[in-house]
T-cell receptor, first 112, second 110 residues
Framework: GAGVSQSPRYKVAKRGQDVALRCDPI?????LFWYQQALGQGPEFLTYFQNEAQLDKSGLPSDRFFAERPEGSVSTLKIQRTQQEDSAVYLC??????????FGPGTRLTVL | DAKTTQPNSMESNEEEPVHLPCNHSTISGTDYIHWYRQLPSQGPEYVIH???SNVNNRMASLAIAEDRKSSTLILHRATLRDAAVYYC???????????FGAGTILRVKS
């Protein structure tokens, strides 16, 4: 069956540009997570949705980062006024229950 | 979240068993032990999880120490496709987010 998909797979932005990263979770999955992974490091939690409700956004690094999931399915992570330190792979994961998260392939963001 | 400690890297020969250790001395009674792995250029992949008893699934086995302060992920016959970073993660009973450490880089030699 279809897994978690993310688009675009690669994004190059000039410093100061706004970007939007999309996540299509597995159909029916209630939970949706965003993680940020810097080169050579493990993923770091950004935010968590249960259906359309954003229950935890404690990992968002600044107010330039914003995530939404308006209809409880597709989610968008938006980064405003991108900075070089935002360069990373952004991973989306969905899950039907606590004990197993299914990850997408990630979006590699490069800010020049 | 309670922390885990894993070796930075390990090496194995193809077709041989691999034992990946994880220490979690500050684990609480309601923490579940999860293992994920991340193949090159892919998102992490769930491997297995357990609470107190040893667990087996089609991918691996999880051996949990009696005091729960350590655990071992066992790959029964390593293949080249098992080369990845393996993460040991603790999650509270009603927790959700995964807190990844640095993990163990597993290299498999043919």
């Amino acid at each position: 069956g279809a897994g978690v998909s993310q688009s675009p797979r690669y994004k190059v932005a000039k410093r100061g540009q706004d970007v939007a990263l999309r996540c299509d979770p597995i159909s029916g999955h209630v939970s949706l997570f965003w993680y940020q992974q810097a080169l050579g490091q493990g993923p770091e939690f950004l935010t968590y949705f249960q259906n359309e409700a954003q229950l935890d956004k404690s990992g968002l690094p600044s107010d330039r980062f914003f995530a939404e999931r308006p209809e409880g399915s597709v989610s968008t992570l938006k980064i405003q006024r991108t900075q070089q330190e935002d360069s990373a792979v952004y991973l989306c994961a969905s899950g039907p229950r606590m004990h197993e998260q299914f990850f997408g392939p990630g979006t590699r963001l490069t800010v020049l | 979240d309670a922390k885990t400690t894993q070796p930075n890297s390990m090496e194995s020969n193809e077709e041989e068993p691999v034992h990946l250790p994880c220490n979690h001395s500050t684990i609480s009674g309601t923490d579940y032990i999860h293992w994920y792995r991340q193949l090159p250029s892919q998102g992490p992949e769930y491997v297995i999880h357990g609470l107190t008893s040893n667990v087996n699934n089609r991918m691996a086995s999880l051996a949990i120490a009696e005091d729960r302060k350590s655990s071992t992920l066992i790959l029964h016959r390593a293949t080249l496709r098992d080369a990845a970073v393996y993460y040991c993660i603790l999650i509270m009973e009603y927790g959700n987010k995964l807190v990844f450490g640095a993990g163990t880089i597993l290299r498999v030699k043919s």
